[in-house]
């Protein structure tokens, strides 16, 4: 009876430290991703600020509250930092570009379906600056690939949508209009994000009447 109790002691002690070995890795697993985040908001910071080519390691560790020791306990450089939010900036970026060219939007009076789709689009922007930076100032292929790619997924979703509206106009056509709104988004979007408060807010309302104005007589 005394092993037996010797035995049930030593079980009921190890249940604890079991227990306990169990979250440690979780635990260590929450706090590293915890700290990825950290230096991935840094990084946004510094990229946006500095441009991605007069970025570094120090700056991003500074930025975010760290040694540089720590920052490369998680990234071997800068590249693998802006590789890392590039990839999460374009899901998300997909996410939100999913949720713009929605069906129900066709439905919609041409300027309510500019707003639906529109609004979306320029949120996530004005959002995550970096990503206006790294998709196009990193010249890292892999983000560049990616970007590149999602652009065309785009487009062709917007032709897609133009091809409902003018059922009777050459794909050719459809494709030059396509094209024609991607530059006008482009460029009011770049205008957009120079700008804050007020100003930008005019010249969301800018970029939709010139896009309004330009598909109106198409599709009217």
Request: proline share 6%; net charge negative; hydrophobic share 40%.
């Amino acid at each position: 009876m005394g092993g037996s109790a010797h035995s049930a002691s030593d079980t009921g002690s190890a249940r604890p430290e079991a227990a306990a070995g169990a979250t440690r890795p979780r635990r260590r697993q929450a706090r590293g991703e915890a700290r990825i985040t950290q230096l991935l908001k840094a990084a946004a910071n510094v990229f946006c600020t500095n441009g991605y080519t007069a970025a570094s390691t120090n700056a991003i560790a500074r930025e975010a509250g760290v040694s540089p020791g720590t920052l490369y306990q998680f990234f071997p450089n800068k590249e693998a930092i802006a590789v890392e939010l590039g990839d999460q900036l374009l899901n998300r970026w997909r996410e939100t570009y999913g949720a713009a060219f929605l069906p129900d939007h066709l439905t919609l009076p041409l300027d309510r379906m500019l707003d639906a789709t529109l609004d979306p689009l320029i949120a996530f922007n004005c959002e995550n600056p970096a990503f206006t930076v790294l998709m196009h100032g990193s010249e890292i292929p892999g983000i560049t690939q990616g970007h590149d790619a999602l652009h065309m997924t785009m487009l062709d979703r917007v032709e897609a949508i133009l091809g409902d509206y003018l059922p009777d106009t050459p794909p050719a056509q459809i494709t030059r209009i396509a094209n024609m709104i991607f530059i006008l988004f482009k460029g009011g979007l770049d205008l957009i994000m120079a700008h804050e408060g007020d100003e930008r807010d005019a010249y969301i309302r800018e970029l939709k009447t010139a896009l309004l104005r330009y598909l109106e007589p198409l599709v009217c």
